[in-house]
């Protein structure tokens, strides 16, 4: 059976700044798809991570789908009135245009889809994250698909043996979406050398050599690129197909125990590092840290099983304490150095006013007490 995964996500408000979202926000935009979605959704899930709400939808039409796209808009629309109603936050933070045209991609919500031939067995991962943008995503990708020192399947399972391709995005480009495609194992170098760089280039999309099937889908919006100035961060969510030919459950969890820095937490300004959190769960120190979520789930003919909290497990309580003291170390040094966003990134934000009224009170002194050193010594050479 040929189906597709849709996942849509925004933030249409929130309780106390941007820490999540009201149980009655969760229940209007659950009811609404529910009722609105009967004859078009074969299931579907609805979680909050943060101050963000996602959509998971199974359906038999096509990615981009207008009317699968609209009704999660709406859902959302829909949010934002009982939002609105209550008070929260934020309310249609992320809904940024005004009226919906086609589908929700330049419009705000992150989406992800991944569309296949179901397997006899389907398992695959809905990750969600809060306080960080795509390329939080990079790291654990490349380890889970493309490094044998984290993936055995990559020497052990013949399915894999082939390697994976990477569809990487230069989300600076606002004109269109420019690509990339590379393969693992030989591009290796130039996978990480792209990747790296996490604020402009990002993982969209995996897939596997062997089959020619998509094994991963990852959002990769940056909402500054749309609104042309700071309103939230990305807040990314991803779809994982695992097992067989594609990596194991276990092996795409396991680099999210590192708890890498990531861009985020305060006014999406910051460093810090990425901590695994259960379903559900909010935001609190210093609007981080960055967190990320991850759904289990097997499903047959469309119809998913209860999600499986993957990040709820008591293996994880180490690595939050470690992320925690990562994080509360990166906050001693304040605005200081590698503890802020590059001003690339800043550029957004209302630091520019600052900056611009402090250009102004800059002179350039008639005499250069500065340079002098230098023009002794020139002249010393040559003389
Ligand atoms: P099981 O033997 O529990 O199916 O596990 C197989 C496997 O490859 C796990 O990584
Ligand atoms: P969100 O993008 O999750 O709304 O966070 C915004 C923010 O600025 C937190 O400090
Ligand atoms: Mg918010
Ligand atoms: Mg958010």
């Keep these: 059976m040929k189906l597709t995964i849709s996942v849509i996500k925004a933030d249409i408000g929130s309780i106390g700044g941007h820490l999540c979202p009201s149980q009655r926000l969760m229940e209007t935009v659950n009811a609404y798809v529910t009722e609105h979605g009967a004859n078009l959704l074969l299931d ?25 796209h609209k ?3 709406d859902a959302f629309m829909a949010g934002t009135r009982a939002a609105k109603d209550q008070g929260l936050y934020g309310a249609g933070q992320d809904l940024l245009k005004e009226a919906f045209s086609g589908n929700v991609r330049g419009m705000g919500p992150a989406v992800a889809e991944l569309r296949f031939d179901e397997r006899p067995n389907e398992p695959f991962l809905f990750f969600a994250a809060d306080k960080t943008d795509p390329g939080a995503y ?24 082939e390697g994976f391709r990477f569809v990487i995005m230069d989300v600076n480009y606002t004109e269109g979406d420019r690509v990339i495609e590379l393969n693992a194992p030989e591009d290796l170098y130039g996978i990480a050398t792209l990747l790296r760089d996490t604020e402009r280039y990002v993982v969209e999309s995996v897939w596997s050599r062997s089959t020619g099937e998509q094994a991963a889908a990852i959002s990769t919006s940056r909402l500054h690129n749309i609104a042309g100035k700071y309103t939230g961060k990305d807040d990314p969510v991803m779809l994982v197909r695992v097992q067989k030919d594609f990596p194991a459950t276990g092996e795409v969890l396991a680099p999210y125990a590192i708890g890498p820095y990531v861009a985020g937490a305060m006014r999406g300004s910051h460093q810090m590092p990425l901590m695994p959190v259960p379903l559900n769960s909010g935001i609190s120190y210093f609007d981080g840290p960055p967190v990320v979520s991850c759904a289990a789930f097997a499903m047959q003919r469309g119809k998913m099983t209860e999600p499986v ?29 590698a503890a802020m966003l590059p001003m690339s990134e800043l550029e957004y934000t209302g630091i520019m006013e600052k900056l611009k009224t402090l250009d102004e009170r800059f002179v350039v002194r008639a005499e250069s007490t500065h340079a002098l050193p230098h023009r002794a010594i020139a002249t010393a050479r040559v003389g």
């Design 44 to 68: 579907s899930y609805i979680s909050y991570t943060g101050d963000d709400i996602a959509i998971v939808s199974t359906h038999e039409r096509d990615p981009n789908d207008a009317e699968v």
């Design 309 to 337: 909290d993957a990040f709820a497990h008591p293996f994880w309580d180490t690595v939050r304490d470690a992320v925690a003291r990562k994080a509360i170390d990166m906050r001693r040094q304040g605005f200081f150095g």
């Design 71 to 73: 009704l999660c808009w």
């Design 138 to 161: 990079n790291l654990p990708l490349y380890l889970a698909f493309a490094d044998p020192m984290n993936t055995p399947g990559l020497m052990l399972s013949p399915g894999m043996s």
